[in-house]
């Protein structure tokens, strides 16, 4: 055997084994690629099948909801003897005709900061007004009218808060929508829920599943929020120097206050 | 010239992936724990039909989770860090169409958004820090090799994911 004849066996075996080796590892590589992608799939596909699901059930959080009826902090008491609930357009006057003293209450059922004023003062309020002290018109804003998904509850809760007072029941009604009040950018309520809620809290007149069914006072709000929107009385200056209407908005005396600040409410049964 | 080591380039590519990692999945889940305030700040772009703003709102923390997933993984970086540069020009394009029609609203880059009082927008420093995201994407995008990625595990080649880097080590210097 020559010399170059082993040289060129041996050349030939490495090669062969250079081969091997790189066949091997290529198999190994695309086997680790293929996992990687199989697992990569599957966390997507879990990702987006479940981020999906996990997203519209809790926009939807309301569905299939009875609104509880009840205060923030107690269950809904009766309309105190002597306090009237009136309705005049798109606001509603409740209190004690003899009252002294008045304020008015711009509220959107949809604002979060509106449920804080009442979660606040709501109960402060309504002693006020039981005990013959306040008068208040409560003014339904339907400012975030766009701000549910879908669109409307703003105003579908307004009107039906509207078509409770008819019925006598608009304190109540209104503290039991403040109360279970729903996620900005949620669902909402829809008139099923808000027909329910009335019948809950014992109106009976069908008139009212009528009202809210058919939008009696929407016109009559949105009329309302135009005025309220060009009303000089209601600007108010933001904390950056920028004016403009907001909710919630309380009027004692013809002016903003800043209900934000403690004792705001003794001033006006005082003042 | 001095060229710094392929080691610092991979050092920074590894900050440059899990900083852009940990944007997304910051912004994707403080987005995702709060889909109605999401909803509204896709809403107060004012941009789409209103038929998308809902499946905006709900795809867009998706993806923004699943690229920082895919970014803190190193896995597929090139295109991840190509998708993360197109989501952020559409980002800053939204952000700077709502400046530039004057509305008042709050980006929702991390959560929140939605209309404020007009004064208190930050559209500037808006823009700005998402253009400091836009640089990680941009690094990515052009050197998407880095340290402790699953592309390095799937033996891609260093510097470059789609083709390993020409080895120059037998060419003498001075050519």
């Known amino acids: ?271 | 010239m001095l060229r710094p080591s392929q080691a610092v380039l991979d050092g920074v590519g590894v900050l440059a992936r899990l900083g852009l990692a940990a944007v997304w999945l910051i912004s994707g889940a403080l987005k995702i724990s709060e889909p109605g305030q999401t909803y509204i700040a896709v809403q107060a772009y004012d941009v789409l039909p209103h038929v998308l703003v809902g499946p905006v709102a709900t795809m867009l923390p998706l993806l923004e989770l699943l690229l920082g997933l895919f970014l803190l993984a190193g896995l597929w970086t090139r295109q991840v860090a190509g998708a993360s540069l197109l989501l952020l020009l559409v980002l800053i394009a939204g952000i700077a169409q709502s400046w530039a029609r004057g509305l008042s609203i709050d980006c929702g880059c991390f959560g929140g958004g939605g209309q404020v009082a007009p004064g208190q927008t930050e559209y500037p420093q808006e823009i700005l820090r998402d253009s400091g995201f836009l640089l990680l994407a941009v690094w990515l995008l052009v050197r998407p090799s880095s340290w402790f990625s699953v592309d390095r595990w799937l033996g891609r080649g260093r510097g470059n994911s789609a083709a390993p880097a020409p080895d120059y080590s037998e060419v003498p210097e001075g050519n």
Not at chain 1, 220 to 231: E, H, S
Request: charged content about 20%; aromatic content about 6%.
């Open chain 1, 1 to 271: 055997m020559g010399g170059a004849e082993r040289t060129a066996r041996k050349r030939r075996q490495q090669t062969q084994a250079a081969r091997a080796v790189s066949q091997a590892r290529g198999a190994s590589a695309d086997r680790k690629r293929v996992i990687v992608t199989v697992v990569a799939v599957v966390v997507v596909a879990v990702a987006v099948i479940g981020g999906v699901i996990w997203i519209n059930a809790s926009k939807n959080s309301t569905e299939g909801q009875a609104i509880t009826t009840g205060t923030n902090s107690a269950p809904a008491t009766p309309p105190v003897a002597g306090v009237v609930e009136k309705r005049d357009g798109a606001v509603v006057l409740t209190g004690k005709p003899d009252a002294k003293k008045s304020i008015d209450v711009y509220a959107d059922f949809l604002c979060p900061i509106c449920g804080e004023f009442q979660k606040a003062y709501g109960p402060q309020i309504e002693q006020a007004v039981n005990s013959g002290q306040l008068l208040v018109r409560y003014h339904m804003v339907p400012l975030l009218n766009k701000s549910s998904d879908p669109p409307g509850y703003s105003l579908d809760s307004a009107n039906a808060s509207l078509a409770a007072a008819d019925s006598g029941k608009f304190t109540a009604y209104h503290d039991a929508l403040f109360k279970n009040q729903p996620e900005e950018g949620g669902r909402g309520y829809d008139k099923g829920q808000l027909v329910k809620l009335g019948q809950d809290l014992g109106i009976t007149d069908p008139k009212f599943a009528e009202a809210v069914n058919g939008g009696t006072y929407n016109q009559a709000i949105n009329d309302a929020y135009q005025q309220t929107l060009k009303d000089p009385n209601l600007e108010q200056t933001f904390p950056n120097g920028k004016k403009g209407f907001g909710t919630p908005s309380i009027v004692v005396g013809g002016k903003v206050v800043n209900w934000q600040q403690p004792g705001w409410l003794q001033q006006a049964l005082a003042g």
